[in-house]
C-alpha cells in the first residue's frame, strides 16, 4: 500500500561555490540536510581556493543569478532563506529585489566579508551595499566579531555594534567570538535592542574552513520547521560546536566541520 511522504521544510540558500566542499554552498547543503530540511542552492560565484585561502573569485551574472532565485520560488514554498557570500553590488541588489517580494520567510545572513585566510570577499562598496539593502530585511545577522566591526564602524564596543545592528533594521544580532582572545568562546544573542543571552563553548584547539556558513545554515534550517530565532540559535549552535569538535583536516589548511558526525552513531 503506497503512502504520501511529508515534504521537508525548503531553505533556499545563496552561497558561492567552494572546491573544496568545506565552506560554501556544499556547508550550506550539508547542514541543511542535517536538520531534516531540503537545501535549494543558488549559487552566487565560483571560488578558487583551498583549505589556506580564496586565491580569487568570479560572481555569476546577476540576471542568472536572480532567475535562479524567482524560478526556484515560483514553484517551491520557501520556509526559509539562508545568505552566504555575495561579492558584489549588483547580486546585493538583486536579492533585495527578491526579498522585498518575499517579506514573510525569515531571513539569515552570514555576513562574509573575508575568508578564513584573510582573503577580502566584500569590498567597501559592497558592505555599503549590504547595510543599506540586506540588513534592514534580515531576520538573525551573524557576523563575528571581526565582521560586527566592520559593519557597524561607529561603535566602540560589540555591545554597541549589536544595538547598531538593529538600528539598521535586522531584527536579532548573534556576534560570536571565536575571534577573540578569550580562553572560552562567547557568542552573544541580542534583540528587542538588548542582550538576550550569551553562549559559552569551549574554545576548540584548531580553525575551521566552513564554521560560519554551517551555523547560519543551520539556524535557517531551524527556523524553517518553525522555532523561534531563540531556540533555533541556540539548537544551531549545539549542532555547529558538535561539528567542528569532530571535524577533520584534508589539506595543509583549515580544518574541516563534520557535518554529518551524527551518522556514525556509536562507532567513534
Known amino acids: 500500500m503506497s503512502h504520501q511522504i511529508k515534504s521537508p521544510p525548503a531553505v533556499l540558500a545563496f552561497s558561492g561555490l567552494d572546491p573544496t566542499g568545506g565552506a560554501g554552498i556544499q556547508a550550506d547543503i550539508e547542514a541543511i540536510a542535517s536538520m531534516g530540511c531540503h537545501c535549494l542552492p543558488v549559487i552566487t560565484a565560483l571560488t578558487v581556493q583551498n583549505s589556506q585561502n580564496v586565491i580569487r573569485y568570479e ?83 551573524t557576523p563575528n566579531s571581526e565582521e560586527a566591526r566592520l559593519l557597524a564602524r561607529e561603535a566602540d564596543t560589540l555591545d554597541a555594534c549589536a544595538e547598531q545592528l538593529q538600528d539598521m533594521g535586522c531584527e536579532y544580532v548573534l556576534i560570536t567570538g571565536t575571534h577573540e582572545d578569550t580562553p572560552a568562546v562567547t557568542n552573544s544573542l541580542y534583540g528587542n535592542h538588548r542582550l538576550l543571552e550569551s553562549f559559552n563553548w569551549d574554545r576548540l584547539a584548531q580553525t575551521y574552513h566552513g564554521s560560519g556558513c554551517t551555523l547560519a545554515a543551520c539556524i535557517s534550517a531551524m527556523l524553517a520547521h518553525g522555532l523561534d530565532p531563540f531556540n533555533a540559535v541556540h539548537e544551531a549552535q549545539e549542532y555547529t560546536w558538535q561539528s567542528l569538535s569532530e571535524g577533520y583536516q584534508l589539506g595543509k589548511g583549515q580544518y574541516f566541520p563534520n557535518r554529518f558526525y551524527w551518522s556514525r552513531g556509536d562507532e567513534h
Do not use: C, W, Y
Open 59 to 141: 560572481t555569476v551574472d546577476s540576471n542568472l543569478f536572480e532567475e535562479q532565485a524567482r524560478t526556484v520560488l515560483q514553484d517551491i514554498p520557501v520556509k526559509a532563506i539562508k545568505i552566504g557570500m555575495l561579492g558584489s553590488v549588483d547580486l546585493i541588489q538583486a536579492l533585495h529585489g527578491i526579498l522585498k517580494d518575499h517579506p514573510n520567510i525569515p531571513v539569515v545572513l552570514d555576513p562574509i566579508i573575508s575568508a578564513g585566510g584573510g582573503k577580502t570577499l566584500s569590498a567597501s562598496e559592497t558592505l555599503k551595499a549590504m547595510q543599506e539593502l540586506l540588513i534592514p530585511m534580515t531576520t538573525i545577522i
